[in-house]
């Protein structure tokens, strides 16, 4: 099993203020996506970058998937109350036969008013 | 809009009880896949399915099985419940394309089930 790391556990901050989440791994994955899940809910698919090196941006946003395609971040500017929730990071197996999803064990996000 | 249906959102059940978990999507999607969500340990897959009558042992399948029947419905089964099977149990669905590499697209959840074993 590829394991994926993610850091922080927790975070908890005032609105307004910026922050980054990383997700890190020893195996290279052939893509990577990025969930948000709120409570009650199953997780919501956020945005799958593929190319080493890329940079996405979803509004105050960006996810930037490293070089060797072994960790990715999520940076998030200017936080707002409605961005709380749990970040997962999930990455697809470089085998092309494999085609299930590793789950880092996710980032739970706090931003407060 | 794609959906996922889990049967049910809480269930209480007793130990040594059989319990069924119904997962149903509507986009004919190949691959479905039964996670159990627990704090501090993210999403670990217990079983997944690309084709009916398919599956494939996840992470942790010990105590669990499952049915694909149909191409749209994957069950979930705890043979005989147990107090540690208490979690939040997620079901997904993807789409495969069979390209140069392949590529499995995003995988949509359900809203989860959870279940208390007591």
């Known amino acids: 099993t590829q394991l994926l790391e993610q850091s922080p556990q927790f975070l908890s901050i005032q609105e307004g203020e910026n922050l980054t989440v990383y997700c890190n791994s020893s195996?290279?994955?052939?893509?990577l996506q990025w969930y948000r899940q709120e409570p009650g809910e199953g997780p919501v698919l956020l945005v799958t970058?593929?190319?080493?090196?890329e940079v996405k941006k979803l509004k105050r946003l960006t996810f930037q998937f490293g070089d060797a395609r072994k960790d990715s971040s999520l940076h998030i500017t200017a936080a707002q109350p409605g961005d709380t929730g749990l970040y997962l990071c999930?990455?697809?197996?470089?085998?092309?036969?494999?085609?299930?999803?590793?789950f880092g064990s996710g980032t739970q996000l706090t931003v407060l008013p | 809009d794609v959906k996922v249906t889990q049967s049910s959102r809480y269930l209480v059940k007793r130990t040594g009880e059989k319990v069924f978990l119904e997962c149903v999507q509507d986009?004919?999607?190949?691959?479905m896949f039964w996670y159990r969500q627990d704090p501090g340990l993210g999403l670990r897959l217990i079983y997944f399915?690309?084709?009916?009558?398919?599956?494939e042992k996840g992470d942790i399948p010990e105590g669990y099985s499952v049915s694909r029947e149909k191409k749209e419905r994957f069950s979930l089964i705890l043979e005989s419940a147990s107090t540690n099977q208490t979690s939040m149990y997620l079901c997904?669905?993807?789409?495969?394309?069979?390209?140069?590499?392949?590529?499995?697209?995003?995988?949509?959840f359900g809203q989860g089930t959870r279940l208390t074993v007591v």
């Open positions: 999930a990455g697809e197996p470089n085998s092309g036969s494999a085609r299930q999803l590793t």
């Open positions: 399915s690309y084709d009916v009558k398919m599956k």
């Open positions: 997904a669905s993807s789409l495969y394309i069979d390209s140069l590499q392949g590529m499995n697209t995003e995988a949509f």
């Open positions: 986009m004919d999607h190949e691959n």
């Open positions: 970058v593929v190319t080493g090196g």
């Open positions: 195996s290279v994955f052939s893509s």
